[in-house]
């Protein structure tokens, strides 16, 4: 296997050499080690099967979900793309950074991520790098955000984008995978990351109500650490080639999709790793 570290920010890499569904032990063990180093591993063109998409994210952790489509194609080629429908929503919402899963009790470890149908232009894949964030904080804001925690929830970041589902139930609450109905899970603003012990931003577009913090304090604070710490030099967008797979280290990484014409179809397999709930509980689940 063939590897090369993306030079432009401090985490990625392109693996390319390797066949993902017949991995040796020794080459299994390279590239677990490899994702809690470079946080991001990106394979061209591998064309994962469904259960070997599934097989391969199983070597990182236990799975919260098997593969599912994040796609505006639905049922017999039908196009989502009115601003008022929910598939569109969520897709739309996920145009924000974020980790994925801090609004559930135990949120994801990483996923993989694959591309099936890929526009001519947008739908990049982004991420950015909340260790280097960290690091390019002065002294005085690590020692602050080392005492803060805020509360995250797919209620918040989905309503204050006006993305809610249109389908709700009559006590408030929707169906829709990731609107957890117990209390919002709270977490530190930053993580220590369970392999590396090295402190990295656990930030992003679900973190609200900042502990200490008016609401409104809180998302001045929120707003102006996201944009400082998703600053160009510390990301890196992909665009993707059909049959492209990509980890990522939902600890360590905030990611996103550039918008695209929702009228072209996008269709990219997501395997979601389960956090540990040793390392990856909320402060108020424990
Ligand atoms: C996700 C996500 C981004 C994309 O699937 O969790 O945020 O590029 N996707 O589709
Ligand atoms: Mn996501």
Redesign the pocket.
Known sequence: MKVRHLTDAQFGSIISEIDLENLTTEQSKSIRSLWNERALLIFPEAHLSKQGQDDFALMFGELEFPRIA?SNVGKSGFIHEDPDDDVVKVIRG?EGW?H?STYMPIQALG?V?SADIVPDKG?L?GWADMRAAYEALDIGMQEKVQTLSAYHSYYYSQGRDGYLPNEQNDDGTYNAYGFHDGEACLRPLVKIHPVTKRPNLLIGRHAHNVTEMSSEESEEFMDGLNQFACAESRTYFHQWREGDAVVWDNRRLM???TPYDMSKPRR?W?TRIAGNPNTELAENYR
């Open positions: 994040i996920n974020h994925d996923a991520f739908g894949t990611h996103r999709v990219m997501h």
